[in-house]
């Protein structure tokens, strides 16, 4: 066996070279033995991913705007609640059909198109792994001065070249180290560290919460202010405000499919994210208003990261139980940005470079080459360099919206829930997916279409001087470029019809895709027991997928 051989995931005997390229067990439909995500899960999922440093600071961004804290509020559950139904909408056909992210966008991209689509989201993936990674080693650092208070003189050893501190990077590499296992679990096991999270976090945000009132001896001055704008001026802070908050989710609605297709019934990936998305993050968001409005009563300004704040309680020689609240909130952030990187980047890098490299990249692996890529980036640099990097990061939704708008309207308007799975791995002639050479130049036109309406504003956004309209557009740039994408998208679908077009809505596999009986491998003796699936010929009959499923929906 050679060197290449021994490199090699699990995969099925006998596939062709093509099918290599276009399979393996983490790219096959999930097998019933490993979707296990219910209802409760996805629950718990979005209350623990809501918990993070990002969630608590994006209100801040709305009061300097000079919007009240209750305009600011408004704008939290407006935003969260128009992401919800995206998120509900994109999961769907992971929770039918089981497969994740890159194998969806197959069927509207082609099957090599589909691979651009995958490679900006596994690179943004991993870039944000490092970026998150540098928000984590910060809780670490306060989590530690609570332990041991000389951790803060610790001498620093490093040049100024680096970029960072002997400390400050001690921190990172133990936050970046103790992420490791997590990446090791399936995504059907991962499930219970954000049941964890969904209970040790809330727990810490409400006991900081109330320390923060009654330290404050009240609620604080924000509570109390005025808005400072009005009219137009106040009704487009309001957009941007509201934006702002779909930014923040445009990732995990493109890659909505990874968790779904865990989902034990199609019902469990619907409902729960419709309601527990604006319910939870809107609840965080409130609970970070009060702690920084309270924060400018206790030290005359308001401070709105809450890792600065715990960092303040430490400083002028706090008392034992102090450092211990301290210590056990900066434990609870910690949690919450390790869940928030599983899920938001790691999980979503190891999907998308299984896509990109199937033969030799399972999602454990893409999960690990993210974590290597966010340590060798040096991201403590990137936040630095730029104080607007993250801004443009969060532009990067431009670039997803289009990618969803596509993916949606091929699922519910072009095909209307329709699937051949098997054409999903195999690149034969004739193939459903095959497109042009494995390319849907629909798919393309209607995705640069929907990143051109907004390419105008987000120079504007970068400092050059653009139209007020073009900025206009831009600040909503999800809406606008999921809705040039999916309109452009539809109208070359009824120009070039594509094959097999349905007017009747029904959730199916049109191929013989089977699932491959797990226990057939353990009789077999094969070590390879998670692999999920063979790949059938295309019979053209109807073979409507896990029937017990669709009973529950």
């Known amino acids: 066996m050679g060197i290449l051989e021994k490199l090699e995931v699990p995969h099925a005997p006998g596939l062709t070279y093509s099918q290599l390229f276009l399979t393996n067990d983490d790219l096959a439909p999930v097998p019933p033995g490993q979707r296990k995500w219910k209802a409760r899960n996805f629950v718990s999922f979005w209350i623990a991913d809501s918990f993070n440093v990002n969630t608590w600071m994006i209100v801040s961004s709305m009061v300097q705007l000079k919007l009240s804290w209750w305009q600011a509020w408004i704008c939290v559950w407006l935003g969260y609640g128009f992401v919800a139904p995206f998120i509900a909408l994109n999961a769907r056909p992971g929770a039918i059909f089981h497969v994740t992210f890159p194998v969806v966008a197959r069927t509207s991209f082609g099957l090599y198109g589909s691979l651009w689509c995958t490679f900006n989201r596994g690179v943004m993936a991993c870039i944000w792994y490092g970026v998150q990674a540098a928000i984590g080693g910060d809780c670490v650092k306060v989590m530690l001065r609570a332990m041991w208070p000389s951790v803060n003189t610790i001498p620093n050893h490093l040049p ?16 970046w180290l103790i992420s490791l296992p997590a990446i090791w679990f399936p995504i059907h096991q991962i499930r219970h560290l954000f049941t964890l999270k969904s209970i040790v976090t809330p727990i810490a945000g409400i006991t900081f919460f109330i320390w923060c009132i009654v330290k404050a001896k009240g609620v604080g001055p924000i509570i109390s202010r005025p808005s400072e704008v009005h009219g137009s001026e106040l009704g487009w802070a309001m957009v941007v405000s509201l934006m702002s908050c779909i930014s923040n989710m445009a990732t995990l609605v493109t890659n909505a499919p990874d968790f779904a297709s865990r989902a034990n019934t199609p019902s469990a990936a619907l409902w729960p994210q419709f309601f527990s998305v604006p319910i939870s993050f809107s609840l ?226 049109v191929s013989d895709f089977v699932y491959r009986n797990e226990h057939e491998h353990e009789r077999n003796g094969s070590k390879d027991t998670s692999s999920t699936s063979d790949i059938g010929s295309k019979s053209g009959k109807s073979n409507k997928i896990s029937q017990d499923v669709y009973d529950d929906v």
């Open 160 to 175: 100024e070249s680096s970029g960072t501190t002997t400390r400050d990077f001690m921190c990172f590499f133990l936050f």
């Open 284 to 509: 965080v968001s409130f609970i970070g208003i009060i702690v920084s409005s309270s924060s400018e009563t206790i030290y005359g300004e308001a401070i709105w990261s809450p890792i600065d704040l715990l960092g303040r309680f430490l400083d002028d020689g706090p008392s034992n139980a102090t450092r211990f609240g301290v210590w056990f909130i900066a434990f609870a952030f910690i949690i919450a940005q390790l869940g928030t990187n599983i899920s938001a980047n790691s999980i979503s890098a190891g999907c998308d470079l299984t896509a990109l490299f199937p033969r030799f990249i399972n999602i454990r692996r893409g999960g690990y080459v993210a974590a290597i890529v966010g340590l060798c980036m040096l991201p403590w640099n990137l936040l630095k360099s730029s104080s607007s990097f993250t801004s443009y990061l969060s532009a990067y939704s431009v670039f997803l919206s289009s990618i969803a708008g596509v993916m949606i309207t091929e699922y519910y308007v072009i095909r209307r829930g329709h699937y051949n799975v098997a054409d999903l791995y195999d690149a034969h002639k004739g193939g459903w997916y095959k497109y042009t050479y494995g390319i849907n130049f629909r798919a393309y036109a209607a995705y640069i279409a929907g990143i051109l309406i907004n390419v105008v504003g987000f120079a504007g956004a970068t400092g050059t001087s653009v139209p007020l309209a073009a900025t206009r557009i831009y600040q909503m740039s999800f809406f606008t470029g999921f809705g040039v994408s999916a309109l452009v998208y539809f109208l070359l679908n009824k120009i070039f019809p594509v094959q097999e077009m349905y007017t009747k809505f029904e959730e199916v596999d």
